[in-house]
């Protein structure tokens, strides 16, 4: 069973990886307790919502190569709509959501990683530096990398939650403020 076809999201890309890893990330953020949220619109008759949540899951997929999660959405879709999709339905819908976003990290995790890789012993320069460099450059930062980066890097607990949110919501430009300003 194909989650995430890869080739076909590159395409719609043009071949950009790290737009596509970036959009993959978002996609995972925003969309990981879709089956949640759909469940307490429908305990709540709120049926617009819900079918709304869908219709843009059922977008993004069908954009970025989710073939089941855009199969399944676009039947769940009418029935959360009208209020007649059954628990199992949204179930079914989970299970897909979490085959897909699991696929999606795969595939960022294996086969992209743009960064060179860190020596162990890499010190907090080191580390703000490369960081540093990623960031100006708009490099997607693979989660694996991020923890890497942070586990390396010496901050502030309340600094490092604030940087890493920044390059969690793609805001580079915060990213870079913030690690500059740590580095005075």
Do not use: W
């Not at 194909?2 to 395409?11: D, G, K, P, R």
């Not at 699991?102 to 960022?108: G, L, P, Y």
């Not at 907090?124 to 540093?132: G, M």
């Amino acid at each position: 069973m194909t989650y995430f076809n890869s080739e076909f999201a590159l395409t719609q890309l043009n071949g950009n990886n790290e737009l596509l890893c970036r959009l993959l990330t978002k996609f995972n953020t925003d969309y990981g307790n879709a089956q949640q949220d759909i469940q307490t619109y429908l305990d709540s008759d709120n049926t617009d919502s819900a079918s709304l949540l869908i219709h843009t899951i059922k977008g993004v997929a069908g954009n970025l190569g989710m073939i089941q999660l855009h199969e399944l959405a676009s039947a769940l879709e009418p029935k959360c709509k009208n209020g007649a999709a059954t628990a199992s339905e949204i179930a079914d819908f989970g299970t897909t959501m979490t085959a897909t976003i699991a696929a999606i990290e795969h595939f960022i995790d294996t086969e992209f990683s743009p960064q060179a890789a860190l020596p162990q012993d890499a010190n907090t320069e080191q580390v703000s530096q490369s960081l540093e460099s990623v960031l100006e450059k708009n490099q997607f930062i693979p989660p694996n990398k991020l923890a890497q980066y942070m586990q390396n890097l010496e901050l502030e607990p309340n600094k490092k939650e604030d940087l890493v949110l920044a390059i969690q919501q793609l805001n580079y430009a915060a990213a870079l403020t913030l690690l500059r300003s740590v580095n005075k």
